[in-house]
């Protein structure tokens, strides 16, 4: 699944870097979530970080797989802020805006990681 470092071009380590970038905001999310959790609160920010977690892990080894994780984290993120603060936007905002743009960003490295997907392939036949 994952091609060696050589190999990258601008768009692969750009999608590596976003990747280790997820994995970093996973587990600040998920180190915060816990301490919630312990205090009585929201599970919401230990789930979201364990799905930014696997997702940029999934990313980093070129699997569109984290593509996905990463919109379920999303679609889990807008029921949640939907639930918490209803159809408020000046609410709605402060706790989507982040992940709609980092959803932007994922929607753009997808074609350097289909074609990572496919060279790795080839690469393995």
Same mark, same amino acid.
């Given at each position: 699944?994952? #091609?060696?470092?050589?190999? %990258?071009?601008? !768009?692969?380590?750009? *999608?590596?870097?976003?990747?280790?970038? *997820?994995?970093?905001?996973? *587990?600040?999310?998920? /180190?915060?979530?816990?301490?919630?959790?312990?205090?009585? $609160?929201?599970?919401?920010?230990?789930?979201?970080?364990? $799905? &930014?977690?696997?997702? $940029? !892990?999934?990313?980093?080894?070129?699997? *569109?797989?984290?593509?996905?994780?990463?919109?379920?984290?999303?679609? !889990?993120? =807008?029921?949640? /802020? &939907?639930?918490?603060?209803?159809?408020?936007?000046?609410?709605? =905002?402060?706790?989507?805006?982040?992940?709609?743009?980092? !959803?932007?960003?994922? =929607? /753009? =490295?997808?074609?350097?990681?289909?074609? %990572?997907?496919? #060279?790795?392939?080839?690469?393995? #036949?």
């Amino acid at each position: 699944m994952a #091609t060696d470092n050589a190999s %990258r071009s601008v !768009g692969g380590w750009f *999608l590596l870097v976003f990747a280790i970038i *997820l994995i970093i905001l996973g *587990l600040i999310l998920a /180190a915060g979530g816990i301490w919630l959790v312990t205090l009585g $609160g929201s599970w919401y920010y230990l789930i979201a970080g364990l $799905g &930014l977690i696997i997702s $940029g !892990g999934l990313m980093a080894r070129d699997s *569109l797989t984290g593509v996905w994780v990463y919109f379920l984290v999303l679609l !889990g993120t =807008l029921i949640w /802020a &939907l639930w918490e603060v209803g159809l408020s936007p000046w609410e709605l =905002l402060p706790r989507v805006f982040g992940y709609i743009v980092l !959803g932007v960003i994922v =929607l /753009a =490295l997808m074609p350097t990681l289909k074609r %990572r997907q496919v #060279t790795s392939r080839q690469a393995a #036949t």
